[in-house]
């Protein structure tokens, strides 16, 4: 596969071995700016650990990364954070011990002026935090502990944190595992919008129709293998479903 001129992010034989186990084999995966990729496959195919080494948690064991034109080596999330690749973990990395204001704003802390001294800026925050909240149409509190929220409401505070940061790609895996429908929809209208500000988007799901509805292309994961590429818009949905599950148990589609 040849880069694409203006690619965001190319991999090229990308492994992943943990001992003898090898986890990613010779991945290939090309992203444009202003586009959503959805990720595909069964649990143990390596969506997980595809992700992780995008975002930085783990190096890969072979083969080559480039971002932005340039080859990308990464040593930490903070690595990733600084060539503005955001990451949504399955875990959402939160503290439930902070306040939902805190957590959208944990390592990125707005600060004001009082005579010499420099102090939080909390109502900055929290107003700030209420409008990246009312963005995602999520009825939360700013000011309320995130360990009082529900498994849905934190996940929209995991993604409203990744917004602060501006990213160029934004990863997310499993988003809407713990959403009910009408959030469901509130996020996947957020990725039409981070498309729109040329942002570009890795959405890793088990639910196919969700990914289907604003990914521009589905790339399948079968056996730490790229098994093939499906385009939502190419024939009807329950044709575009049956090539998925065939790419999904290995099996070559002509």
Known sequence: MTTTAGSLLALRGVTKSFGPVEVLRGVDLEIQRSEAVGL???????????????????????????????????????????????????????CNDLSVAENIFLGRERYKRVGPMKVLDRPAMVEAAAAALEELGAPVTPTRKVGELSGG?????????GLQFAPQLFLLDEPTAALANEKIRALLSLVERLKERGVAVLLVSHRFTDIARVCDRVVVLSQG??????????????STIARMELLMNGEEVA
Request: a positive charge.
């Open 153 to 161: 409401q934190r996940q929209l505070v995991a993604v409203a944190r």
């Open 40 to 94: 595909i496959g069964d649990n143990g195919a390596g969506k997980s650990t595809l992700v992780k080494i995008l975002s930085g948690v783990y190096s890969p064991t072979a083969g080559t990364l480039r971002y932005d034109g340039e080859r990308l080596e990464l040593g930490s999330p903070l690595d990733a954070r600084r060539r503005g690749i955001e990451m949504i973990y399955q875990d959402l990395a939160l």
């Open 225 to 238: 293998r790229m098994a093939g590429e499906i385009r939502p818009g190419d024939g009807s949905m329950e």
